[in-house]
T-cell receptor, first 114, second 113 residues
């Protein structure tokens, strides 16, 4: 597709369950970012990929959060043993140095932990 | 550590009136600066960006922003607001365009008739 896509668009889960959020970046974009948007904290950086490697994981809030990227394309953000404070909108962005050094955002996944 | 301050949480303007949204940043060097807009239930759309050069940058939808190094500011302006401009606006800074961005808390814009 032309833009960044994310799935699912909405996810409701029970406390303690694991969830996987998917991001499909713009074709050819080598950089991929995960951010979290919540009412109290605003937009927070979680993790950054360049290709398949993650040079910056500094924003992951706990070891329950992990992410991977395969084939330099699709990325999955996994949250284990979800807690109510994980409820937020998870945004993915992609970018490329050769295409203007701009991050393009997907529509986000709205996660609600009951 | 870098930070971004958007002092106004919520602004209401009349349709056709001018608009200025404030953004101040704290950064060790000249940062890459961005303004994004988010409509309800949507992702972030880039309005404009500043990397270097002319300090007055033009963006989409008639928006412009001016980088003022002496004031560490990057305020967003529009001469005449349209009802469709109602949204949340985020200022962001980064070491480059391809490093993690630090966002301000956002300013919600309401437009009244």
């Amino acid at each position: 597709g032309a833009g960044v896509s994310q799935s699912p668009s909405n996810k409701v889960t029970e406390k303690g369950k694991d969830v996987e959020l998917r991001c499909d970046p713009i074709s050819g974009h080598t950089a991929l970012y995960w951010y979290r948007q919540s009412l109290g904290q605003g937009l927070e950086f979680l993790i950054y990929f360049q290709g398949n490697s993650a040079p910056d994981k500094s924003g992951l809030p706990s070891d329950r959060f992990s992410a991977e990227r395969t084939g330099g394309s699709v990325s999955t953000l996994t949250i284990q043993r979800t807690q109510q404070e994980d409820s937020a909108v998870y945004l993915c962005a992609s970018g490329s140095r050769t295409l203007g050094e701009t991050q393009y955002f997907g529509p986000g996944t709205r996660l609600l932990v009951l | 550590a870098q930070s971004v301050t958007q002092p106004d949480i919520h602004i209401t303007v009349s349709e056709g009136a001018s608009l200025e949204l404030r953004c101040n940043y704290s950064y060790g060097a000249t940062p890459y600066l961005f303004w994004y807009v988010q409509s309800p239930g949507q992702g972030l759309q880039l309005l404009l960006k500043y990397f270097s050069g002319d300090t007055l940058v033009q963006g989409i939808k008639g928006f412009e922003a001016e980088f003022k190094r002496s004031q560490s500011s990057f305020n967003l302006r529009k001469p005449s607001v349209h009802w469709s401009d109602a949204a949340e606006y985020f200022c962001a800074v980064g070491l480059s365009g391809n490093t993690p961005l630090v966002f301000g808390k956002g300013t919600r814009l309401s437009v009244i008739a």
